[in-house]
């Protein structure tokens, strides 16, 4: 069965401490693996895509990285407004999405 | 600004009523989605209509009807609400299933079955 895990669930960080928040994945053929950033009351908004193993992408203090299981969304030095739930999306062979329950993430000044 | 757009914003309900919820873009994509979002749960897709003319049912469809009226809108009918159907209804769209950015959302619709 195709399915994406996300951990932890939630995680807060005072400002300035690194930290990543991991998703893992068991789909039949990745198309790619897509983070989003969700603030609350609101719709997921589009960080990155990964498409095969070894590849990474960055933007600001958020790297996200893929291997051939699992993903991780790497942040460095976070600021409170880095307060969010990240959502990992794969997107499998039939060009069906699937979805993990997000991790929320709270950064203390 | 160029987006999804989505009404209502919110909706409290009586069990067996029903009602629509409406999605319009305005970015020229060729596909929409409709998805419910309950925690603990991650969203899950309703429908989805690959492009215009065309839909077809997603992971929890039951209880739901779709129509794509044209490129730009996708709207969701609940044809007789339940309390089951309580949830953050949201409407995607995505250039083509190739696109590199992933879905565009909307803000979503807060739905109350009571």
């Known amino acids: 069965e195709d399915q994406v895990t996300q951990s932890p669930e939630a995680l807060r960080l005072q400002e300035g401490e690194s930290s990543s928040l991991n998703c893992s994945y068991t789909?039949?053929?990745?198309?790619?693996l897509f983070w989003y950033r969700q603030d609350p009351g609101k719709g997921p908004e589009f960080l990155f895509t990964?498409?095969?193993a070894g590849e990474e992408k960055e933007k600001e203090r958020l790297k996200a990285t893929l291997t051939k299981k699992e993903s991780f969304l790497h942040i460095t030095a976070p600021k409170p407004e880095d307060s969010a739930t990240y959502l990992c999306?794969?997107?499998?062979?039939?060009?069906?999405?699937?979805f993990g329950t997000g991790t929320s993430l709270t950064v203390i000044p | 600004n160029a987006g999804v757009t989505q009404t209502p914003k919110f909706q409290v309900l009586k069990t067996g009523q029903s009602m629509t919820l409406q999605c319009a873009q305005d970015?020229?994509?060729?596909?929409m989605y409709w998805y419910r979002q309950d925690p603990g749960m991650g969203l899950r897709l309703i429908y989805y209509?690959?492009?215009?003319?065309?839909?077809d049912k997603g992971e929890v469809p039951n209880g739901y009807n779709v129509s794509r009226l044209n490129k730009r809108e996708f709207s969701l009918r609940l044809e007789s609400a339940a309390p089951s159907q309580t949830s953050v209804y949201f409407c995607?769209?995505?250039?083509?299933?190739?696109?590199?950015?992933?879905?565009?959302f909307g803000s979503g619709t807060r739905l109350t079955v009571v």
């Open positions: 999306a794969v997107q499998a062979d039939g060009n069906q999405f699937y």
């Open positions: 789909v039949s053929g990745l198309r790619g």
């Open positions: 990964l498409y095969s």
């Open positions: 970015m020229n994509h060729n596909s």
């Open positions: 209509s690959a492009s215009e003319g065309t839909t």
């Open positions: 995607a769209s995505i250039l083509n299933l190739n696109w590199n950015y992933g879905y565009t």
